[in-house]
């Protein structure tokens, strides 16, 4: 706004619009209004939500001139593209942005919700069969539309091309894409700043118009009942498919480096990394939208347009430019943090948002799926995974971060060629305080999720059970992990085999269980190369043979305390499990392996209730017995039975002693062919997909959106009923 003339008298119009009838034949009033020179920070200042919801409450027909004459202009400026009209047009686009969020924000508001979908006057309405109705569609219709206006987010080429290519239907038009890449490699794209800068008012726009979301609780959140998204996101938008792909590349082909100077991202303000953030936030909540597409003899079809083109990409170059381009930007964030030169690397700070795209692409185009897990280095994805579960462990505030990166992990230890992969040696120096050690990537990640366990925060004791399935689902195919790796999983089995742990909770047994798997996993399948996981476990021997004679105690302990972050005395709340498995055998087990009668395993089996007393947990003797029978024991004790005879007696040869590297050499020389039980079928658990699940991740990728626009807040927190906002 050129100055504070101007100021006052824009905050004059919203103090008469709030307070006073103004008719919508007072078209001075409106056209001043339209007209003032503003600024988005000025517009966020100059209308408060008490204003808006003073106009909603007590100036309804303000509002609904308001309302009809801002989104009339904005149809009429798509329909015509004068630049001379862009400036009044980015004013409508603003005072909107401003307005939408408090408009949506009380859900049984019956005017708002006939002002916005119900039918036009004949005088306002479209007079063709095919034109928009109501206001609310006028209004995504025009939005969809600045989204590739001439000389305002496209060039005026682009648009003539795109005018004599317009066809009914939805397709893509490569001339009107931002930037190429993704489905389009040699689309030609004109670039400029101002282009960017308005196209993030219109994405900001867009988001705020899909927001009623936020002022439904969890219990009643049902996102496909949102009208603006099903709307946007229908099999016949114009624009659907080409604003799907210049989101992905605007997203996935961004380099925070730029040129490669030092503190270029101090010295310069970088558009584009505004644009991808509003970007990567708007595609997310339009994949949300609905279920995923369904394929039937090679063809997608889904509702929802998005998630169809999400699950239609199936060329390999392209799979490469997602790949690569979430790889690069999500190690951004360790790399801008491990410089010669400190913040001599900008770091991005939409990690968030990446990683929840990467989940979707994940788990909804299964090509996709296929080709990291067998054509690309997967382990660039794995290393920053793992870092921002290990720096972000202690910060209540990046819970959920962490709970995504583990849903991910989940998902990709369900297939072997994750495991294999793992196998490769680890010799990256993250800034990280690791134990130091020379391995490959299982034990890295074994170190990573047992630091998160005994050294995070106690909230994260609902995806124990995961982490441990995870370190069970990768181990058949782990050919060596080194001592640092090994010590560690068997210090969590002490932790979590203490019967003071195990009777804290009916649930936490299960634990156990995960551990014994992934020891008989390694001794059956991997035992050659593995002596370094075989001596910690003849060095713990005495914890396998403590839980074999587990009984009922004479005297309850107290519940566990919180983890206090020594690891000399580990301690971790009990588990509270978030998501469900199904363990499915797999077909790499061997021929002689039998067959398991069921594909859940046993501690997928509920075990004999045991009983609350003063709203605590109290075990019991049938209880303890229901799951200890089918401890998977046998085969670790098999062992221990074999080789500490043994190693004694080496001992005794050797004058009384042996050092380690010795013992190693020893175990390095033995086998255990015929002497244990007969291989087990290889058991995967693979993560399954559930509607808490999927509403866990609209809560949590809202929650990002939320706190990632509080430089000029577009929602009231206060109003937010979806999720519970947590001053620190």
């Not at 009777?503 to 995960?514: G, Q």
């Not at 302990?557 to 498995?581: C, F, I, K, N, Y």
Request: proline fraction near 5%.
């Amino acid at each position: 706004m050129g100055n504070s003339d101007s100021k006052s008298k824009f905050r004059e119009s919203v103090y008469k619009l709030s307070n006073e009838e103004v008719s919508s034949r007072h078209l001075d009033f409106w056209d001043k209004l339209w007209k003032i020179p503003t600024t988005a920070e000025e517009i966020f200042t100059l209308i408060q939500p008490d204003d808006i919801r003073m106009l909603r409450q007590k100036q309804q027909a303000n509002l609904s001139t308001m309302l009809t004459q801002a989104i009339s202009q904005l149809h009429q400026i798509v329909d015509t593209p004068l630049p001379k009209y862009y400036p009044q047009a980015v004013n409508c686009i603003r005072v909107l942005t401003r307005t939408m969020p408090f408009i949506l924000e009380d859900r049984s508001d019956d005017y708002v919700q006939q002002l916005l979908w119900g039918k036009l006057p004949a005088e306002e309405g479209a007079q063709e069969e095919n034109e928009e109705t109501c206001l609310a569609e006028r209004l995504i219709d025009a939005t969809m539309g600045l989204l590739f206006l001439p000389d305002f987010t496209v060039s005026a080429p682009a648009y003539k091309a795109f005018r004599e290519q317009k066809s009914p239907g939805s397709k893509v038009y490569p001339s009107l894409l931002w930037y190429s890449g993704v489905g389009y490699p040699d689309a030609t794209a004109a670039h400029a700043v101002q282009y960017d800068k308005n196209r993030k008012e219109v994405l900001k726009l867009l988001l705020t118009c899909f927001s009623g979301i936020l002022y439904h609780t969890a219990d009643s959140c049902d996102q496909s009942t949102d009208r603006f998204l099903a709307y946007a996101t229908r099999e016949d938008s114009l624009f659907a498919p080409t604003l799907f792909y210049s989101l992905v590349n605007v997203t996935l082909l961004y380099d925070p480096v730029g040129w490669g100077v030092p503190y270029a991202g101090s010295l310069v303000v970088d558009e584009r990394e505004t644009l991808v953030d509003i970007s990567v936030q708007v595609l997310l909540v339009l994949l949300d939208f609905g279920k995923p597409a369904e394929e039937k003899d090679g063809v997608f079809t889904c509702t929802n347009k998005f998630r169809e083109l999400l699950s239609s990409i199936h060329r390999e170059e392209d799979f490469n430019l997602i790949f690569n381009g979430l790889a690069k930007l999500l190690n951004n964030y360790h790399q801008s943090m491990n410089t010669i030169f400190p913040n001599s690397i900008k770091q991005i700070k939409c990690h968030q948002e990446l990683l929840v795209l990467l989940w979707k692409m994940l788990d909804e185009n299964k090509k996709f799926l296929l080709y990291t897990l067998k054509r690309a280095d997967m382990n660039k994805l794995v290393v920053p995974l793992l870092f921002l579960m290990y720096e972000g462990r202690k910060e209540p505030s990046k819970v959920g971060m962490i709970h995504i990166c583990t849903f991910i992990l989940l998902l990709l230890s369900g297939e072997r060629d994750f495991a294999v992969n793992l196998n490769k040696p680890f010799d990256l120096k993250l800034p990280l305080d690791l134990p130091p050690f020379n391995g490959n990537h299982a034990d890295l990640l074994i170190v990573c999720l047992h630091k998160v366990i005994v050294n995070g925060f106690e909230k994260l004791n609902s995806v124990y059970n995961c982490f441990l399935t995870i370190i069970s689902n990768i181990s058949p195919y782990i050919k060596k992990l080194n001592m640092v790796s090994s010590v560690r999983l068997l210090r969590l089995f002490k932790l979590f085999s203490q019967p003071r742990y195990l009777f804290d909770n009916e649930a936490n047994h299960h634990l156990v269980f995960f551990l014994l798997d992934t020891f008989n996993n390694i001794i059956q399948y991997q035992y050659e190369g593995n002596e370094q996981m075989i001596y910690a476990m003849v060095q713990n021997k005495d914890l396998f043979h403590k839980l074999n004679a587990l009984t009922m105690p004479v005297t309850q302990a107290t519940p566990r305390s919180t983890s206090t972050g020594d690891d000399d005395h580990e301690s971790v709340p009990s588990v509270v499990p978030l998501v469900a498995l199904n363990d499915i055998p797999s077909s790499e087990s061997t021929e002689e392996a039998p067959e398991p009668t069921s594909a859940k395993s046993a501690i997928s089996r509920p075990a004999i209730p045991a009983s609350i007393v003063g709203g605590r947990f109290v075990p019991t003797e049938s209880w303890i017995q229901s799951w200890k029978k089918k401890l998977p024991l046998n085969t670790s004790l098999r062992l221990l039975q074999y080789l500490v005879p043994q190693l004694e007696d080496a001992c005794e040869l050797a004058g009384g002693s042996l050092d380690e590297t010795s013992m190693l050499q020893f175990l390095r020389s033995t086998t255990m062919v015929g002497l244990l039980p007969v291989p087990h079928a290889i058991v995967i658990r693979k993560y399954q997909t559930n509607q808490f699940t999927n509403l866990w991740f609209t809560t949590f990728t809202w929650g990002v959106i939320f706190l990632r626009n509080q430089a000029f807040p577009l929602f009231d927190g206060s109003s937010i009923t979806l999720f519970t906002i947590n001053v620190l």
